[in-house]
């Protein structure tokens, strides 16, 4: 599987692409242990005007670079956790609502639609000003609205994988229905909604920049979109302010979505060798 | 390969059919078979999955995957050479000279198109012919393959027939050009023993009356006696053994012959408790086939030589009986 | 067979009901069978006419309406699957869907050893690989997956799964349709040396009319959810009674000696719309033999001697002397 990710030539630039971005949010604190906030120069330096400030300073004289370091945390903390949290409630009920069929299916779906409805975004917006900007609470809100797909997905392929005779003939041995569906159903219907968690992580990514570039970020914390929000007054004339995080926004949802798509040619049989 | 009638159908010496892999070298799927069939007459070619069977129906058809390869030494139908036609020759012979019926109906029509539009269009491909005159024939068509209410039957689509009906609109379509040989692959495997019988009888009653000449794949021995009047067992892409079904049946010279004619249950295990004979092993796959008989690793009767050389199919006798093995069985089994 | 007093497996009335899109599918309307210790029973019937719904109701993987199911006498809850699973086990027809393609050849044999907590880990180990062995798969095939293995590798893998729990009755649907030929002959042998074995009982599905008369003592002949004949394999295989069997065995059999029997029945339609079966005598629209009678009543088991039951208002009419007279 790993293999044959590595093999295609979108899965190993997707994968090196993170594993850089990854790396960046691990070494931040060593990197640059004065942390984001720190004003280390003049404001509005341009990248390389003075050796060290490889990206230059924003508009209060803070290290861009840092700041994006620290921002790589951010987004992929908020991608992460969020699409965690989407993926164990999407899984959860699509797994009930299919496995179980009948009333569970119908109120289960019912409530599913009711959410598939909501704008995401508007909504991770109204559910971030009502409660306090806080990690936590973006994290929350764009689990919220990003779940009803997990759940559609998942109660398709359990639907399909809970008629073969292979899930038959466990209960026929006397398994018991959860042990069926954690270690026969789930495991089989699982591949594509791998494939969907990886673009989550990048819908995330997008949510937690924009809600922070509209100043709905958590304040505590150095993020992307902060950045992004910074720069933009002063775009026509300092515009990598605004410009590299928004590169770095880029550049991890092309990973993301390129890591998806070699899982998702991974996974198909059609593309598989036998 | 010497065949009874003075003038056949069909014939095909030499086919054979390459599986084109990229790094591997090219692997015959079929290899080296030839047969023929003589108006009239009815040759099954039968054998196990994977014995190749559907791709020589399909070579002969012309409708091969671009990724293999056909090469024959002589394929001649109804007096034209067809060893290495062009796009319009094989169109000109696809459905008037030669038709194919398919296992499946259902994939092989169109589901969006009436039974009536289907047929119509078949029937105008070949015969400059009128609508009006087209729905005449299609309905006549129907009436031919035995579908009961034939004219209300015309307006529907495919997936609102049984499986049946289904395989009597695709026969009802074979026959639309007015062919001289009909390749039939597998054509009741998908139906039910009752359904299967009466598929079975329709095409002999229609071999008979329109006098045409069949290429009838089956793996089923049962349905090889009921049809056919010569046999081809293949094995592994080679055809084994070929003769008379009546002389093949009673005594099989070649080992898989035998082996899958015993092979198939005969009597009550619960009145006599006698086993069945089993083959041992399973069918290579054409990658994996032995270098010299490719029965070997499954035959009781092998010998040194059996793995050295591949057995030609060789003539018996001058009825067109054949086989190819290097230590057959005896003319009668003892 | 000699009859016993409770006997192994004993089905009575099975209702089995389907809720299709067209409405209820009556898929099996009353179905009574019972089979003895050591017994082949062979099921057999058109596409549709309800064996696998029959099958799987008896396994408990179909709810059925009603009627009830009892092994050697006591009654059994078909909903209660842990209690019944080793009692009653099935072998599927499809070779490459009823083994997860997750697991290996050993962890599936070890699976129901495991959900029934019997023995300890090494000991399951061990007696998988024994099962294994005992069906006929090298020990260097242990930890493949299903995908790489034959069609009848994988129904030896699926039969050694069905016989780990020791059952004493195994409801084969179709076991062997899907495999070649010269496989068949291997798995068919293996299923009779087992049932020697262990005296295993099995109610063996099949459309393959030659393999049903090799394996079984007694057959039964199912339309349209119904049985309408059932009696000693041999009895049914040279003298079969009721139409529908007569036009089966003709397809089958050598026809001519069946003719010889009775009247030659052909049959020129196919099956009726199941959510709508015909009055009366289900079969009756396809009956070339039908009088008026058998659209207004149901015909019942008769017994024609030696087990030998037939549903046909007719069948005394071409019934020997000798068989009528028993009834
Ligand atoms: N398009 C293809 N590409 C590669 N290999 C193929 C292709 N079609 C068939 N084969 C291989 O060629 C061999 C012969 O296949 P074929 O379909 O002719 O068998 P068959 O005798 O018709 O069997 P069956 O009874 O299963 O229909 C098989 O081993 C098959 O895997
Ligand atoms: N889950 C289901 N939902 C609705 N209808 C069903 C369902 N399963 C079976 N049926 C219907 O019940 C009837 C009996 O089906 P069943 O599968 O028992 O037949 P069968 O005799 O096993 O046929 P086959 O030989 O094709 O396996 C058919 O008309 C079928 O369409
Ligand atoms: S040639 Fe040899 S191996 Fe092949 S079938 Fe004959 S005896 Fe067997
Ligand atoms: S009862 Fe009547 S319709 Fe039914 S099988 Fe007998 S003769 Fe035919
Ligand atoms: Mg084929
Ligand atoms: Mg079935």
Redesign the pocket.
């Known amino acids: 599987m790993l293999r044959r990710i590595l093999l295609s030539p979108s899965g190993l630039i997707g994968l090196l692409l993170l594993l850089v971005i990854v790396g960046m949010a691990l070494s931040a604190g060593y990197v640059f242990p004065k942390g984001p906030w720190a004003l280390v120069a003049r404001p509005y330096m341009w990248p390389g005007q003075r050796p060290g400030l490889l990206f230059g300073t924003d508009s209060l004289g803070r290290d861009i670079l840092a700041a994006i370091f620290y921002g790589a945390r951010v987004s992929l903390l908020v991608g992460f956790v969020a699409t965690v949290c989407a993926l164990a409630i999407g899984i959860t009920v699509g797994a009930v609502a299919g496995y179980f069929g009948r009333g569970f299916d119908a109120v289960l779906m019912r409530i599913t639609d009711a959410f598939q409805t909501i704008p995401g975004f508007l909504f991770a917006i109204v559910l971030v000003s009502i409660l306090s900007p806080s990690v936590q609470n973006i994290v929350i809100a764009i689990a919220m609205v990003s779940w009803p797909p997990v759940a559609r997905l998942t109660r398709a392929e359990v639907l399909r994988v809970r008629e073969t005779e292979y899930v038959q003939s466990c209960k026929i041995i006397g398994m018991s229905t959860p042990r069926i569906i954690l270690t026969q159903v789930l495991p089989n219907s699982l591949s594509p909604v791998i494939v969907v968690a990886a673009v989550l992580v990048a819908t995330a990514i997008i949510t937690e920049a924009g809600l922070s570039f509209l100043g709905l970020g958590d304040p505590n914390v150095m993020s992307w979109g902060t950045l992004i929000n910074v720069g933009r007054p002063s775009i026509r004339s300092t515009w990598f302010i605004a410009v590299l995080p928004g590169l770095f926004v880029i550049l991890t949802v092309l990973a993301l979505n390129l890591l998806g798509d070699a899982i998702n040619d991974a996974l198909n049989p059609h593309f598989r060798k036998r | 390969m010497i065949s009874a009638s003075p003038a056949p159908l069909l014939d095909v010496e030499g086919l054979s059919i390459l599986l084109k892999e990229k790094k591997r070298p090219d692997v015959a799927a079929v290899d080296d078979v030839s047969f023929s069939v003589a108006p009239g007459e009815t040759l099954a070619l039968v054998g196990e999955s994977g014995a190749g069977k559907s791709l020589t129906a399909l070579a002969l058809m012309r409708l091969l995957p671009k990724t293999l390869g056909v090469a024959a030494k002589r394929i001649t139908l109804d007096g034209r050479d067809l060893t290495a036609p062009s796009d319009n020759e094989i169109r000109a012979i696809r459905g008037s000279v030669m038709a194919m019926i398919f296992q499946d109906p259902l994939s092989s029509l169109n589901p969006v198109l009436t039974v009536e539009r289907q047929l119509v269009e078949a029937i105008r491909l070949h015969e400059p012919i009128s609508k009006a005159d087209a729905r005449r024939r299609a309905l006549e068509l129907l009436e031919m393959v035995r579908i009961p209410a034939a004219a209300t039957r015309l307006a529907e689509y495919p997936h609102r027939l049984s499986g049946g009906m289904r395989q009597r609109v695709m026969i009802a379509m074979a026959l639309a050009g007015r062919p001289k040989l009909i390749l039939a692959d597998e054509p009741t495997t998908a139906l ?1 023993v009752t359904i299967s019988g009466q598929i079975i009888d329709l095409l002999m009653e229609l071999q008979r009356d329109l006098g045409l000449g069949m290429l009838f794949i089956t793996h089923d021995l049962h349905v090889v006696r009921t049809v056919a009047h010569r046999v081809a067992v293949m094995y592994s892409g080679r055809i084994v053994e070929t003769g008379t079904v009546d002389e093949v049946f009673a005594t099989p010279r070649h080992p898989y012959t035998e082996g899958l004619i015993q092979a198939r249950p005969h009597g009550s295990f619960a009145v006599d408790g006698h086993r069945l004979r089993e083959i041992n092993g399973t069918v290579p796959v054409p990658a994996a086939r032995p270098s010299g008989c490719a029965f070997e690793p499954r035959c009781a009767r092998a010998e040194a030589d059996c793995r050295a050389q591949v057995p030609p199919l060789v003539p018996d006798n001058d009825e067109g009986r054949a086989f190819a093995c290097f230590h057959p069985l005896q003319e009668r089994v003892a | 067979m000699t009859e016993r007093t409770a006997k192994r497996l004993a089905i009575d009335d099975m209702v ?1 009901e ?3 899109r067209g409405g209820i ?4 309307a009353g179905v009574s069978l019972d089979l003895a210790a050591g017994e082949t029973l062979g099921l057999v ?12 109701a008896i396994v408990g993987l ?1 709810t059925p309406k009603s009627g009830s199911i009892r092994i050697d006498g006591q009654p059994t809850d078909t909903r209660r699957r842990g209690a019944q699973a080793r009692q009653i086990q099935m072998v599927f ?1 499809d070779p490459y869907g009823s083994l997860n393609p997750r697991s290996s050849v050993r962890e599936l044999v070890e699976e129901p050893l495991s959900v029934h907590r019997l023995g300890s880990k090494a000991e399951r180990r061990a007696r998988a690989k024994e099962l294994l062995e005992r069906v006929g798969i090298p020990l260097a095939m242990h930890d493949r997956l299903p995908h790489q293995l034959s069609g009848g590798q994988r129904q030896r893998v699926g039969i050694a799964r069905a016989i780990a729990l020791e059952p004493k009755i195994i409801i084969c ?2 076991p062997v349709s899907a495999l070649d030929v010269s496989v068949q002959a291997q798995v068919l042998n293996l299923l009779l040396d087992l049932q020697r074995e262990q005296d295993l009982t099995f109610l063996f ?1 099949s ?1 393959d009319l030659e393999v049903v008369r090799y394996v079984s003592h007694r057959i039964a002949v ?1 339309y349209l ?1 119904v049985i309408v004949e059932i009696g000693p394999a041999e009895g049914i295989w040279s003298l079969p009674l009721h139409p529908y069997t007569r036009a089966l065995m003709q397809t089958a059999g050598d026809a001519e000696r069946v003719a010889a029997t009775g009247p030659v029945v052909k049959l020129a339609s196919e ?1 009726p719309n ?2 709508n079966p015909p009055s009366g005598c289900r079969f009756r629209t396809r009956c070339p033999l039908a009088i008026d009678r058998c659209s207004r009543d149901v015909p019942s088991l008769e017994d024609f001697g030696n087990g030998h039951r037939v549903a046909c208002h007719r069948a005394s009419e071409w019934a020997p002397q000798a068989m009528s007279g028993a009834a």
């Open positions: 039910d | 089995v389907h809720r299709s599918v009556h898929a099996v019937g058109e596409s549709g006419c309800g064996k696998s719904s029959l099958a799987r179909n027809q649907d179709e599905i459309h199912m959810g099956l199941p959510l």
